[in-house]
């Protein structure tokens, strides 16, 4: 198959899995953008492979780049929810002393300890085992009954707006009081330079919108703004 016919056929999937599919307009976005990044990274791929390069999968992040991504993804993220009128505060220490490190966290409601966290990691058991990921993590430890729970309930509908599975602690760490909502991604799925960022940006806001949202109904405060505004969700 030529590249040529290739775009061709990805383009008509894409047309064809919209219409028979409901597709929010937020899932269309990075719906555009993955498209996108495969019509620019494919003519490199098949060059390398013609060449006989066996090293042709690159991963999307290279290590030494990971922390300059990472600043870029939640700056991203910030333009993002700004428009909607959403506050997020970097509270990881390499924000505050201006370095660049592998973890951030980021909160957006006050008087409470449920922040998001961005990290790099390499599990070493599960469906990941041995992949370096890029996971976002929404940290709920010790809001067993008045966060975890509520939101548990609603993980469906989180889903269903992402588009995409989270994934849980196991019932044994649980039972700990550690509770966490994630998203995994392995470096080799995520497109490189910007396209990347956009990418990973706009998922990370989404996921802040969706949660935050839940959240606020269940009585967390954001502060002085009040973005989350809108009827309760069902």
């Known amino acids: 198959m030529t ?3 290739f775009v061709n056929i990805l383009e008509q999937q894409r047309k064809a899995f919209v ?3 409901v597709v929010a307009e937020h899932q269309l976005e990075v719906l555009k953008l993955f498209e996108h990044w495969v019509k620019e990274k494919l003519p490199q791929t098949i060059g390398n492979e013609r060449k006989g390069n066996k090293s042709s999968e690159k991963n999307g992040i290279a290590n030494k780049e990971f922390g300059v991504f990472l600043e870029d993804v939640i700056a991203q993220a910030r333009e993002l929810l700004a428009r909607r ?8 220490l390499g924000k505050t002393i201006n370095s660049l490190q592998s973890s951030k966290c980021i909160r957006v409601f006050k ?4 922040f998001y966290r961005v990290y790099k990691s390499i599990p070493r058991k599960g469906q990941y085992k041995g992949q370096k990921l890029l996971t976002i993590e929404l940290v709920m430890d010790g809001y067993k009954g008045s966060v975890f729970l509520p939101l548990l309930q609603k993980k469906d509908f989180i889903e269903k707006h992402m588009g995409m599975a989270i994934e849980r602690e196991t019932l044994h760490v649980e039972n700990t009081g550690r509770y966490r909502f994630r998203l995994c991604f392995p470096f080799t799925v995520i497109p490189e330079q910007e396209h990347g960022v956009q990418y990973m940006g706009h998922i990370l806001s989404e996921y802040i919108f969706i949660t935050g ?3 606020k109904h269940l ?3 954001a502060g002085q703004m009040d973005p989350w505004s809108w009827p309760k969700p069902v």
């Open 111 to 114: 008087d409470v300890d449920v």
């Open 219 to 221: 009585g967390l405060s």
């Open 3 to 5: 590249y040529k016919e």
């Open 85 to 92: 009128g959403i506050n997020i505060y970097c509270i990881s």
């Open 213 to 215: 949202k839940y959240m």
């Open 19 to 21: 219409v028979h599919h």
